[in-house]
């Protein structure tokens, strides 16, 4: 049985103005917490980070962390950075919008959607035990918001050229936000965070559809709002926590923080009461 771990945070895009703060230290803190509490070496852990986070780099490194995978073994994929929604290839007038992931040298035109995240985790072996953490959001509530790099807390989120296009124009580009990472119903993600989908992983996402995931100014340092929390209740928990009680322990954390972000918790529902990076 083999440990692995992909770790990716993105603070400085090649994208003007869109910079983090807290992702490169979501990565320290994932990382200290694997190995401390959660029996991974450093050897088994692999980051991406800033500049090296392009996405042919991104794309090579999640393909190799699923495919090198065998029965027993135990994965873990981590982003921390922006996301964003892009209209579907399927034609100018769009009748669905991607979910993307952000890399250092995001192209609008050729972005890492969530369909290749799907179709590349749905290769996994049976019995490997892959979990995936999402510190990001694919939805804004105002395009034309933006705030200063000092902000105490930001939203990971960019919008997409032809938002912002569409915006000023007042011609609002059609189509509605979808996902091939997460499988279930959008109904069933609006009336509960702990949500039973037919997926090979389990997913935490840093937020509802409604929301943003915040990197904000946490303690002292820049931090994910989503990756602060959990990494805290790992903590606490010395490792020994299931991933029902990691969401719980992570949404109360949130909450005393004064963030209004609710993770949401994905998978088979068999799979929510086992042990946090526990071996199926």
Partial sequence: ??????????NR???????????????TNVREALQRYLGFTARDITTLTDLAASTRAMKAAIQRLV???????????????HGANVPDADGD????????????????????????????????????SLTVIMDCCHSGTNTRAILPPDAPRIPRYLPNPWDLMAEESGRRLRGRRRTGLRVSRAAARRSR??????????????CRDTQTSADAHINGSYNGALTYNLVAAIVEARGDISYRELHARTCAGLKRGDFDQVPQLEGRKPAFDRRF???L
């Avoid at 991607?98 to 290749?116: M, R, S, V």
């Avoid at 037919?198 to 996402?205: K, S, V």
């Fill in 193 to 206: 965070d702990v949500v039973a989908a037919d997926i090979p992983e389990l997913l935490i996402t840093g």
């Fill in 93 to 128: 007038e769009a009748d669905g919008r991607d979910e993307i992931l952000c890399p250092t040298d995001l192209d609008w035109k050729a972005p890492l959607t969530d369909d290749w995240l799907r179709r590349t985790f749905d290769r996994l072996r049976k019995g490997v």
């Fill in 13 to 27: 895009y090649r994208v003007p103005g869109a910079d983090l703060r807290g992702c490169v230290n979501d990565v």
């Fill in 1 to 10: 049985m083999a440990k692995k771990a992909l770790l990716i945070g993105i």
């Fill in 67 to 81: 495919r090198s995978a065998r029965s027993g073994d135990v994965l873990l994929l981590h982003y921390s950075g």
């Fill in 277 to 279: 990076l526990a071996p």
